[in-house]
């Protein structure tokens, strides 16, 4: 069974703390994504990534940054984790122009920052 | 770049009856992919039922069936005979046609539909 691991289900972490959430698919995919989730909001896309060491940014960058340096690990790094990051963060992955098959995500990690 | 719309934060239904979901999307693109999500307590995203614009009918899985308004960039879900285990919150999301790269989707801001038994 294909699948994307996060590697925890929940989180808390301090103000000012360095917090890295990571993400593993084994599925060979090219594209990796993370998005934060909040209430009302849906979805928000903060980096992708299409190939080892590359990464585009998507919507909300900022207070962000990954890291890829194995094609199927994806990091989401939190340089200084501030309250306002306390959120749901899931991670997908895909072939790149896979069209209709969509999307694989992650079970989702819930940072909690203090 | 390309917005979607889900203008129904949440909805409530009784077990057995059907409810439809509203999406409207805007887009300059002619060729995309549309999708609904589902996201349950447990928070595993399930892929639902999907759509290629291009193609007129619309798709059908099980009790899932969707309305597809290409012109009005409408999509809906509709979920017939409703059951305790179909509660959760549910995104429409859009998908640009691209042949190579990275294609992110964009995500509706969901709606929770809640099962009365």
């Known amino acids: 069974d294909v699948k994307v691991t996060q590697s925890s289900r929940y989180l808390v972490k301090r103000t000012g703390e360095k917090v890295f959430l990571e993400c593993v698919q084994d599925?060979?995919?090219?594209?990796m994504f993370w998005y934060r989730q909040d209430p009302g909001l849906g979805l928000r896309l903060i980096y992708f990534s299409y190939d080892v060491k590359m990464k585009e940014k998507g919507d909300i960058p900022e207070g962000y940054s990954v890291s890829r340096e194995k094609k199927e690990r994806f990091s989401l790094i939190l340089e200084s984790a501030s309250t306002n990051q306390t959120s749901m963060y899931l991670c997908a992955s895909s072939y790149p122009g896979s069209g209709l098959v969509g999307y694989t995500f992650g079970s989702g990690t819930r940072l909690t920052v203090v | 770049a390309q917005t979607v719309t889900q203008s129904q934060p949440e909805m409530s239904v009784q077990e057995a009856e059907t409810v439809t979901l509203s999406c409207t999307y805007d887009?300059?693109?002619?060729?995309?992919?549309l999708f609904w999500y589902k996201q349950p307590p447990s928070r595993q995203m399930i892929l639902v039922i999907r759509q290629e614009a291009y193609k007129q009918q619309n798709a059908t899985e099980n009790r899932f069936s969707v309305n597809f308004q290409k012109a009005a960039k409408s999509f809906s879900l509709k979920i017939s005979d409703s059951q305790l285990g179909d509660a959760a919150m549910y995104f429409c999301?859009?998908?640009?046609?691209?042949?190579?790269?990275?294609?992110?989707?964009?995500f509706g801001k969901g709606t929770h539909l809640i099962i009365q038994p």
């Open positions: 999301a859009y998908r640009t046609y691209s042949g190579g790269g990275a294609d992110g989707l964009t």
């Open positions: 887009t300059s693109e002619s060729d995309y992919y």
């Open positions: 599925m060979d995919h090219e594209n």
